[in-house]
């Protein structure tokens, strides 16, 4: 009698784990979800425009580019390689929500649990359903799966759900030969790339992905294809929908070339710095950030570092652990289990180049795949290496050994990764967040609102937009240090005319947390000028650390 439930019990074991793995997600995701403070290109990239828009402001549009609709300018894209997308999908939460903290980051959660179901269903495609539980319930308690969705925004973290997106449809295209999803995954191709110009890093993997794993079967399926009478239809429709995907991005270039013209200058030094013309260091450098992106001690702007080292040794021996049995016993099975394996790698080598520089930010749209590699690998290793009882015959507990050895695994990582997350949570409550991320913007906000200071001065980078977004709009910075790494004769030029005028408020922050360094010009302009600086507020974090220095001038002529 108990043997003929056992199934029903398995499958209800796994239907309970496979529903666990987004209740924990959620949970963790949405605790003190205004922590850490808003960072500045949350605010710029999404919440700023997002929130004129709703509120029938006027936009702030990026090189001037936009669409007008009824007397209404919306925008394109928000840098030359980062689309509009996230503005367009945070209008609902702020309809429903407002125009909030909570509202812009439950957006990029709700996006991310979506990562997270598609990736389980990914790999039960590729695996089995097994598989696709373990990959649910190890990237449902992923620290940079998780910190990163919560500030999703920061790190355009849509660009994962269009890429797992994209590869189940080009799977199901490959194994089915269905249209739809031919022109499905084509359009989310197109769409990713306008979400974000490193969403190539993606076409390029999967593209020699599948020359590595189907090489042998290129000419064959060219020549079927050729011979086709409908090819070329398909190939036509396909390419409209990749158009339809990318047209945004089309037309801010052809308004702009902002697109163009950033690849251009960036194309062998970029303005941060970084040589796309040095591969071996910027490839020893991105391997570096891959081993801190799995072990999570990338998040030390949360108040502290802490680390899962089983990661990356689970990550590298489950994959070199799987070469000589793959050779020896399941060759037939090689294909899969590289999948991941060979996407990861390829889109790191792609990351080596950049328009930008090589941050750790830039890896969130590759988590997803981490769990899926290193559940692939286990899955095969256990099938193969551990013994089991006869399927038939002997107790329950023998025939599963298997399972039971990869359940012990799993939840041992699992258990590590959840201890991460608990004391990120716990730093994050202490200390708000630190630099750039540090809830002292709240409290600037707030000083700045409650004084009626319309439009205080701006004289450093990731100060105009957080206050403009936490105020409503209430308080617009004017930005006026200029984006030049030295100071120069514009700029002294520009601050003299409001040192003239000796009625505003400067923003400063501290020297440590200090991008573009105009305090020593500001100071010297305001000897010059006769005036006198004196510091009317600073705003400290929960640490006692000084973030913001606010300045007024007065004396001399008016």
Not at 122 to 133: K, T
Not at 233 to 238: D, E, I, N, T
């Given at each position: 009698m108990i043997k003929r439930f056992l199934p029903?019990?398995?499958t209800c074991c796994r239907a309970m784990f496979l529903a666990l793995g987004p209740v924990v997600f959620l949970t963790l995701c949405l605790y003190q979800i205004e922590l850490p403070g808003l960072h500045y290109d949350e605010a710029r990239e999404a919440g700023v425009p997002a929130m004129q828009?709703?509120?029938?402001?006027?936009?702030?549009?990026?090189?001037?580019?936009?669409?007008?609709?009824?007397?209404?300018?919306?925008?394109?894209?928000?840098?030359?390689?980062?689309g509009a997308l996230n503005v367009y999908l945070l209008l609902p939460f702020f309809v429903l929500l407002g125009s909030s903290v909570f509202a812009l980051r439950l957006m990029p959660v709700v996006f991310a649990a979506l990562t997270l179901l598609l990736t389980?269903?990914?790999?039960?495609?590729?695996?089995?359903?097994?598989?696709?539980?373990?990959?649910?319930?190890?990237?449902?308690?992923n620290p940079s799966f998780i910190f990163w969705s919560r500030q999703g925004v920061f790190v355009t973290s849509i660009t994962a759900t269009i890429?797992?997106?994209?590869?189940?449809?080009?799977?199901?295209?490959?194994?089915?030969?269905?249209?739809?999803?031919?022109y499905l995954g084509a359009y989310l191709f197109g769409l990713g790339l306008y979400a974000k110009l490193l969403f190539l890093w993606v076409i390029v993997a999967l593209g020699a992905t599948f020359f590595v794993l189907r090489a042998s079967d290129l000419r064959k399926g060219l020549h079927l294809w050729t011979?086709?009478?409908?090819?070329?239809?398909?190939?036509?429709?396909?390419?409209?929908?990749?158009?339809?995907?990318?047209?945004?991005?089309?037309?801010?270039?052809?308004?702009?070339?902002?697109?163009?013209?950033?690849?251009?200058?960036?194309?062998s030094s970029t303005y941060y710095g970084t040589s796309n013309l040095a591969f071996a260091d910027n490839l020893a450098t991105r391997l570096e950030q891959l081993k801190v992106v799995l072990n999570s001690g990338h998040l030390w702007y949360l108040g502290g570092v802490f680390t899962n080292d089983l990661y990356p040794f689970f990550f590298v021996g489950a994959g070199l652990a799987c070469v000589p049995l793959v050779l020896l016993k399941a060759r037939h099975e090689w294909r899969r289990v590289a999948f991941p394996f060979l996407m990861l790698a390829f889109m790191v080598l792609a990351s080596c180049f950049t328009v930008s520089a090589l941050w750790f930010t830039h890896y969130a749209i590759l988590v997803p795949f981490l769990p899926m590699a290193i559940a692939g690998a286990l899955d095969l290793l256990v099938r193969y290496l551990v013994p089991s009882g006869n399927r038939q015959g002997g107790s329950y507990i023998r025939r599963h050994i298997p399972e039971l050895v990869m359940a012990v695994v799993v939840a041992v990582l699992a258990v590590s990764d959840l201890r991460v997350d608990l004391n990120y949570h716990q730093a994050l409550?202490?200390?708000?967040?630190?630099?750039?991320?540090?809830?002292?913007?709240?409290?600037?906000?707030?000083?700045?609102?409650?004084?009626?200071?319309?439009?205080?001065?701006?004289?450093d980078w990731g100060i105009d937009a957080p206050v403009q977004f936490l105020t409503s709009g209430a308080v617009n910075p004017i930005e006026i240090f200029g984006y030049e790494w030295e100071t120069n004769e514009v700029f002294e030029e520009s601050l003299g005319r409001f040192l003239a005028e000796c009625d505003h408020l400067y923003i400063f922050h501290s020297p440590g947390e200090t991008v573009y360094h105009r305090r020593q010009t500001f100071d010297r302009l305001v000897v010059e000028m006769g005036k006198v600086s004196q510091v009317e507020k600073v705003i400290l974090d929960r640490s006692g650390k000084s973030i913001f220095v606010l300045v007024r001038v007065s004396g001399g002529e008016a």
């Open positions: 029903r019990i398995e828009l709703v509120m029938g402001q006027p936009v702030e549009t990026f090189r001037g580019s936009g669409i007008r609709i009824m007397g209404r300018v919306f925008p394109l894209m928000v840098t030359d390689y980062i389980c269903f990914l790999a039960q495609q590729l695996f089995n359903r097994r598989v696709g539980v373990i990959v649910c319930l190890l990237l449902a308690v890429a797992v997106a994209s590869l189940l449809c080009w799977l199901r295209w490959y194994q089915k030969r269905r249209d739809r999803y031919l011979t086709s009478r409908s090819v070329y239809r398909r190939l036509s429709v396909a390419l409209l929908c990749f158009l339809l995907g990318i047209f945004p991005l089309i037309i801010y270039n052809l308004q702009t070339r902002g697109t163009f013209l950033t690849l251009t200058e960036n194309l409550a202490r200390s708000g967040g630190y630099a750039a991320h540090s809830d002292a913007s709240y409290e600037l906000a707030r000083y700045l609102q409650e004084r009626g200071v319309a439009s205080p001065l701006a004289m």
